[in-house]
């Protein structure tokens, strides 16, 4: 069974710009959450989806957007990048609903903001 | 908003020694997983707990899950240079809610 895959794996930009990082869930996964990690912070938590549906949102700025498609995967954008949005932000995917069930990871997409 | 306080932030051990990382949250956990970060990779589940004064064992690996679900601890016994990473608790409040993780206890055995 394939893993939780993410695309693009490592990526440059420069302040201003936007990025879209994708993520495909293991088969038959309907829950997608996305984490932004970095070295201070370690894993915060940006959105859950849940077929189709945003079912929470972290505390990040409105610059951070996100969707789910009817084949659960995902996709998580980032407009008017900053220096600081440079981080790990991973994927996971998880087979239950509610409150329940381990996450699975990506590898994760590195985003770097020059 | 639920916080997770995860100590020490850093443990070097000796080869053999016990290791022990402690997980507080803010508010009162519905279950709480553990996952593993080894050097340049992701997380890894290790396991969940659910239960209150829950204990579960892997190996040279202990849980726990505290009486009034606020706490956890992972015990490691007789470390080895493969227990090397990042250790993270994670928890759920009760309802639907997401998980959030501690800020992690990097783990370095020295040989």
């Known amino acids: 069974k394939a893993g939780v895959t993410q695309t693009p794996r490592y990526l440059i930009k420069t302040r201003g710009q936007q990025v879209t990082l994708s993520c495909s869930p293991i088969?038959?996964?309907?829950?997608v959450s996305w984490y932004q990690q970095t070295p201070g912070q370690g894993l915060q938590f940006l959105f859950e989806y849940f077929s189709e549906t945003q079912r929470n949102k972290g505390n990040f700025p409105g610059r951070f957007s996100g969707r789910q498609f009817s084949n659960s995967r995902s996709e998580m954008n980032v407009s008017t990048l900053e220096l600081g949005d440079s981080a790990l932000y991973l994927c996971?995917?998880?087979?239950?609903?509610?409150?329940?069930?381990?996450?699975?990871f990506g590898e994760g997409s590195r985003l770097t903001v020059l | 908003g639920q916080q997770v306080m995860q100590i020490p932030q850093y443990q070097h051990v000796q080869e053999g020694e016990d290791f022990t990382t402690y997980c507080n949250s803010s508010?009162?956990?519905?279950?709480i997983q553990w996952y593993k970060q080894r050097p340049g990779g992701h997380p890894v589940f290790l396991i969940q707990?659910?239960?209150?004064?829950e204990v579960k064992k892997q190996k040279r690996l202990t849980f726990q899950f505290g009486e009034a679900k606020k706490n956890s601890s992972l015990h490691i016994t007789a470390t080895q240079t493969t227990d090397v990473g990042t250790y993270f608790c994670a928890g759920r409040n009760s309802g639907n809610t997401p998980l959030v993780f501690g800020k992690g206890t990097r783990l370095s055995v020295i040989a």
């Open positions: 088969s038959g996964h309907r829950s």
């Open positions: 508010t009162t956990l519905s279950n």
């Open positions: 707990l659910v239960k209150s004064g």
């Open positions: 996971a995917s998880s087979l239950a609903g509610v409150n329940t069930g381990e996450l699975f």
